[in-house]
């Protein structure tokens, strides 16, 4: 079964620091996707950034890109310039290709923005 | 395009009483998760329909909770009895591969157990 791992419970920036969250997971799959949600405290679940495990080039969204290390099963999210409404929880998520191609989430990490 | 919808919002029961959340995902989405979100925590997955059909619900607590997906589009999951430990928020979310595999939420339903 297909885990996943953030070590980081909470985590605390600076505005217009950047700021990276860390996730790691297991599978014995190839071909998967990744991703990063944000939820804020109105409990919605947003997407901020996918990556597709067989490209090779790491996905930027604006200010959020990742770091993501198939080897090593790492997928780290870096938040440049952070702001105000960047404050939630973030969840890194792994979207298996293969079979019931199950959404499976880590524990998440709470990011906190100091003015 | 309208997202997903859950009703109600909120939902306050005593323990041993039953309760039904209702999902409606977006418009062609064949794949409709439940997720169950304890508080501080991830979310579990419940159970995964693809269309009208079960394919996965190994983590769902099936002495006591049911789903269903009519007709593959709306969604109700069903506990019954009631535990203090199912308070949780019950979140859906529906995809499709025309989405390129984005999962969409919906706001939630916050179920409180007394």
């Known amino acids: 079964a297909q885990t996943v791992t953030q070590s980081q419970p909470e985590m605390s920036v600076q505005e217009a620091e950047t700021v990276t969250l860390s996730c790691t997971y297991d599978?014995?799959?190839?071909?998967?996707?990744l991703f990063w949600y944000k939820q804020p405290p109105s409990r919605q679940m947003i997407l901020v950034i996918r990556q597709e495990a067989y490209k090779q080039q790491n996905a930027t969204e604006n200010r959020f890109s990742v770091n993501f290390q198939k080897a090593a099963k790492s997928f780290s999210l870096k938040i440049s310039d952070s702001q105000l409404g960047d404050a939630a929880m973030y969840f890194c998520?792994?979207?298996?290709?293969?079979?019931?191609?199950?959404?499976?989430f880590g524990t998440g990490t709470r990011l906190t923005i100091i003015p | 395009e309208a997202g997903v919808a859950q009703s109600p919002r909120y939902k306050i029961i005593e323990k041993r009483q039953s309760v039904a959340f209702w999902c409606n995902p977006i418009?062609?989405?064949?794949?409709l998760y439940w997720y169950q979100q304890i508080l501080g925590q991830g979310p579990k997955l419940l159970i995964q329909f693809q269309n009208n059909g079960v394919v996965d619900d190994s983590q769902l607590p099936k002495d006591r909770f049911s789903a269903e997906r009519l007709k593959g589009v709306d969604s109700t999951l069903k506990i019954q009895p009631a535990k203090l430990e199912d308070s949780a928020v019950y979140l859906c979310a529906s995809s499709s591969r025309a989405s390129n595999t984005e999962a969409f939420f919906g706001q939630g339903t916050r179920l409180t157990v007394v």
């Open positions: 418009s062609g989405h064949a794949t």
């Open positions: 998520a792994y979207l298996g290709m293969i079979g019931n191609e199950k959404l499976t």
């Open positions: 599978t014995s799959e190839s071909d998967y996707y």
